[in-house]
C-alpha cells in the first residue's frame, strides 16, 4: 500500500525554523516527482516547492524563494522541506504528495499520492 507521512510540524516563532519530512512506505520515492503543498484555513491548497524525479529540477512558489528548500535523500527514501526565516503567513497544514510525471509541477490535481497533513504555526 502506497503511503506518504509527513512529519515535523509545530509552533515556531517568526524568523525560526523548521524542516518537514516526507516518508514514503509501500514503494520508493525515487523516480517520482515530489511536492510540498500548503492549505491555510479559507485558502486553496498551494504548491510550495516541488522537485522532479531526477532532482535536477525544483519549482518554489515566489513568496517563499531564498527561504525554504526542497531536497532528497534516497537512502532514507524520504524528501525534506528546510523552512528557514518563517512568518505568520506560512501557517497551515503542510501535505508532501508524489507524482509520476516527469517533470515538476505546482498543480495539485497532478500528484495521485498524498500523506495526511502536518500543522506548521507560526505565531510569537
Known amino acids: 500500500q502506497v503511503q506518504l507521512v509527513e512529519s515535523g510540524g509545530g509552533l515556531v516563532q517568526p524568523g525560526g525554523s523548521l524542516t518537514l519530512s516526507c516518508a514514503a512506505s509501500?514503494?520508493?520515492?525515487?523516480?517520482?516527482?515530489i511536492g510540498w503543498f500548503r492549505q491555510a484555513p479559507g485558502k486553496e491548497r498551494e504548491g510550495v516547492a516541488c522537485?522532479?524525479?531526477?532532482?535536477?529540477?525544483?519549482y518554489y512558489v515566489d513568496s517563499v524563494k531564498g527561504r525554504f528548500a526542497i531536497s532528497r535523500d534516497k537512502a532514507k527514501n524520504t524528501v525534506y522541506l528546510q523552512m528557514n526565516a518563517l512568518k505568520p503567513e506560512d501557517t497551515a497544514v503542510y501535505y508532501c504528495?508524489?507524482?509520476?510525471?516527469?517533470?515538476?509541477?505546482?498543480?495539485?490535481?497532478?500528484?495521485?499520492?498524498w500523506g495526511q497533513g502536518t500543522q506548521v504555526t507560526v505565531s510569537s
Open positions: 509501500g514503494f520508493t520515492l525515487n523516480g517520482y516527482a
Open positions: 504528495a508524489a507524482s509520476r510525471l516527469a517533470v515538476v509541477t505546482a498543480a495539485p490535481n497532478e500528484y495521485p499520492y
Open positions: 522537485i522532479s524525479p531526477s532532482d535536477r529540477q525544483r
